[in-house]
C-alpha cells in the first residue's frame, strides 16, 4: 500500500522549457512535503519543502504546489537544464509521528539539449 | 569531511553472514535515519534517532535488523543471518534537531548478498 505515488517513472523535456513532476498521496495526516533528487552513486540532496498549510512555495527555478483537496503536489522546474537530469523523489511527513518520512518510487527526469 | 560518511560503500557478503554499516552523521547533527533502498524504488524508511536512543523502528522488518547510536554521534546498522531479500543500498542521513524536514543524506552502503 504506497502512501505517495508517482505514477511517472520518467520524464523527458527539451532544455529551457518547464519540467513538471508529479505526485500523489493517500494519507490526510502528512503535514510537510519534500523533494528530493538523486544522482547515480550518490545519496538523495534535498531540494524544496513545503508545509501543509501552505499552498505554494518557490526557490529560484523550482517550484512546488500543493492541492491538500487533491492530495498532489507538483515540482515544477523552468527553465530545465541539462544538469536538472537526476531521479526526483517526493517525500512525505506523518503529523506528530516522530520523523517518518515516507517517499515515492521516484521520477527520472531527462532534460535533452 | 563535511557530509555524512558511509562505509563500506560496497559488501559483498553471502547468506547467512552477519553484516555491519557504519554511518558518520554530519557533526552537531542530533537526528539520525536510516533507509533502504531497492532497485527502482524509493528510500524505504527502517529506523530513526534522536540522540542516542531509537525513537522509531518501527520500519526494521523483522529482528534480524538492529541499530545503535551509542554515543549520539556514529551509528552501526546491524544485519544478522543475511537473507537475498536484503540486498540494497543502505542509506544514512542526518538533520540538525528532530523538527528539521531536511535530511542530508549519505552515499549509501550498497550491500549485496549471494
Known amino acids: 500500500d504506497q502512501q505517495v505515488k508517482q505514477n511517472s517513472p520518467s520524464l523527458s523535456v527539451q532544455e529551457g522549457r518547464i519540467s513538471i513532476l508529479n505526485c500523489d498521496y493517500t494519507?490526510?495526516?502528512?503535514?510537510?512535503f519534500l523533494w528530493y533528487k538523486k544522482y547515480p552513486a550518490e545519496g538523495p540532496t534535498f531540494l524544496i519543502s513545503?508545509?501543509?498549510?501552505?499552498d505554494k512555495n518557490e526557490d529560484g527555478r523550482f517550484t512546488v504546489f500543493l492541492n491538500k483537496s487533491a492530495k498532489h503536489l507538483s515540482l515544477h522546474i523552468v527553465p530545465s537544464q541539462p544538469g536538472d537530469s537526476a531521479v526526483y523523489f517526493c517525500?512525505?511527513?506523518?503529523?506528530?509521528?516522530?520523523?517518518?518520512?515516507?517517499f515515492g518510487p521516484g521520477t527520472r527526469l531527462s532534460v535533452l539539449p | 569531511g563535511a557530509g555524512v560518511s558511509q562505509t563500506p560503500s560496497n559488501k559483498v557478503t553471502e547468506k547467512g553472514k552477519y553484516v555491519e554499516l557504519r554511518c558518520d552523521p554530519i557533526?552537531?547533527?542530533?537526528?539520525l535515519y536510516w533507509y533502504r533502498q531497492s532497485l527502482g524504488q524509493g528510500p524505504e524508511f527502517l529506523i530513526y534517532?534522536?540522540?542516542?536512543?531509537?525513537?522509531?523502528d518501527s520500519g526494521l522488518p523483522n529482528d534480524r535488523f538492529f541499530a545503535v547510536r551509542p554515543e549520539g554521534s556514529v551509528s552501526t546498522l546491524k544485519i544478522q543471518r543475511t537473507e537475498r531479500g536484503d540486498s540494497a543500498v543502505y542509506l544514512c542521513?542526518?538533520?540538525?534537531?528532530?523538527?528539521?524536514?531536511?535530511?542530508?543524506f549519505g552515499e549509501g552502503s550498497r550491500l549485496t548478498v549471494l
Open positions: 494519507n490526510s495526516m502528512f503535514d510537510y
Open positions: 542521513a542526518s538533520s540538525p534537531y528532530w523538527e528539521s524536514g531536511e535530511l542530508f
Open positions: 517525500a512525505a511527513r506523518l503529523d506528530n509521528y516522530g520523523q517518518n518520512f515516507v
Open positions: 557533526s552537531g547533527h542530533t537526528a
Open positions: 534517532f534522536q540522540g542516542t536512543g531509537a525513537a522509531d
Open positions: 513545503i508545509s501543509s498549510i501552505k
